[in-house]
């Protein structure tokens, strides 16, 4: 019963934190766009001026900036908590990871009711940079999750709580965008504010998952950012299976705030409307998660190389779902025939960071899923993000989807990555095979306690 408590509460806490974070996101999103409108609307005559593509194009560099703010502090906290984790604890990282979040719609409420610059929201964007950003309560949560499950269900189980982080990311998207609409925006970060207040409630209640004998001692040097992703380059597998994961979610990441842009731009989408576009998206995903896998993972089995194959299919479907959007000008309804691919596109994140867990060892979670969190929150921000955002700015007079053909030679990359996996892992039947020799007592030495 407690175990059966503890998965639950683990994906409680996924929901209810990304729900708050994707009510928030597209209300931030709205919240700058309609400041810098007000700017040029004070020195323009023009009475659309605010679906300009100079103001698109400079909304968009706003928002790279809006990122960066948080990512800079985080990468110099979020490896740091990764380390502290393997040695204190998982639940200080979330407790911490969810008050720095609660600052976000703290300040934009302030924002929305009192005249303060727009500069206002990077202090809010670095607070919660040094408290983690989310990259921090994901490293927390997925390492929570190795520590109480066999390498055999690894995958699966991290397939299950990315379902629950879906669920959340698709409920707040959707009732996000009809809050702002309906009651404006300090509805929706009022909202964020009390979904964030649960999330607390349930960490809180959450038991410790990492015993007193399972810890190591704790070693400062070993928490900063360059030793902690170097960990994730340490082998020919864990190289081939990181770099998959980076562009994967980096496509992922990149060209989430750019689609909102797009879809605003061309087809004039509003927020509810766009709300109901991602809500989609996500629910096709963690449909693909929670119902699809399984099955598919039952009927094929576990194996590393099953695995891998899945992951290959998956970056083949999100190529071709790229490279279709890429395309569209008109037809506003095919915008939401697409994105019901998203059934089969998140398999690869789930592979690839199940990949990198096992890889770890036991004593290692915090460390390799503070590397994964880093590269999520800040890696990807100073690349990706800007990579997306210069694109579309270069681009939308022309082609305004441009960026979504970048984003699938980045997915065909992460495809081929994980065929390269696939040929390194041959037939083994456990990643344990072939860990580091000195790791395998210990792999196995975990396994055997499990229920």
């Not at 698109?56 to 560099?61: A, F, I, M, N, P």
């Not at 340490?234 to 562009?247: G, H, N």
């Not at 689609?259 to 693909?288: D, E, N, P, T, W």
Request: glycine share 8%; proline share 4%; hydrophobic share 50%.
């Amino acid at each position: 019963a407690g175990e059966r408590a503890m998965r639950f509460g683990l994906e409680l806490a996924l929901f209810t934190y990304f729900f708050a974070i994707y009510a928030y996101t597209p209300a931030i999103n709205i919240q700058i766009q309609n400041i810098i409108c007000e700017d040029y609307k004070t020195n323009s005559s023009a009475s659309d001026v605010c679906s300009s593509s100079e103001v698109s194009g400079k909304v968009s560099t706003w928002f790279t900036y809006n990122q960066i703010a948080a990512a800079v502090p985080a990468l110099f906290t979020v490896t740091f908590q990764g380390a502290l984790a393997d040695s204190f604890g998982r639940k200080p990282a979330m407790v911490l990871s969810t008050l720095g979040t609660m600052v976000l719609p703290v300040f934009s409420i302030v924002l929305d009711q009192f005249p303060f610059p727009i500069d206002w929201i990077y202090a809010g964007e670095a607070i919660y940079g040094l408290a983690g950003t989310y990259a921090a309560f994901l490293m927390a949560i997925f390492s929570s999750c190795a520590d109480g499950c066999s390498e055999s269900d690894r995958t699966l189980r991290i397939g299950l709580l990315e379902g629950a982080l879906l669920a959340g990311l698709c409920s707040g998207s959707m009732l996000g965008g009809v809050v702002v609409d309906q009651f404006g925006l300090t509805a929706v970060f009022s909202l964020a504010l009390g979904m964030l207040g649960c999330t607390m409630l349930v960490v809180l209640l959450l038991p410790e998952t990492l015993p007193v004998q399972g810890r190591k001692p704790f070693v400062p040097w070993r928490g900063n950012a360059v030793s902690v992703l170097l960990s994730m380059f340490s082998s020919k597998l864990k190289s081939a299976v990181s770099v998959s994961f980076v562009c994967n979610v980096g496509t992922l990441i990149g060209s989430v705030v750019v689609f909102q842009l797009f879809a605003s731009h061309v087809f004039k989408m509003s927020a509810h409307v766009y709300g109901y576009l991602i809500s989609l998206l996500q629910f096709s995903r963690a449909i693909g998660l929670l119902g699809v896998l399984p099955l598919l993972l039952r009927h094929f089995g576990n194996s590393p190389r099953t695995q891998c194959i899945l992951a290959i299919v998956s970056a083949g479907i999100a190529v071709a779902q790229y490279c279709l959007w890429a395309l569209l000008d008109e037809a506003y309804w095919l915008m939401f025939v697409f994105a019901a691919m998203g059934l089969g596109t998140a398999w690869t994140t789930i592979v690839t960071r199940g990949f990198l867990s096992q890889l770890a060892g036991p004593k290692g979670q915090g460390t390799m899923m503070g590397a994964a969190a880093v590269v999520e929150a800040c890696v990807i921000p100073f690349a990706a993000t800007p990579l997306f955002n210069s694109v579309y700015s270069a681009t939308v007079d022309v082609m305004p989807g441009v960026f979504f053909l970048v984003g699938a030679g980045l997915l065909l990359v992460s495809g081929l990555c994980m065929l390269v996996a696939m040929r390194i892992v041959g037939n083994a039947p456990t990643l344990a095979e072939l860990m580091e020799p000195e790791l395998k007592p210990l792999i196995v030495s975990v396994n055997e306690t499990m229920p």
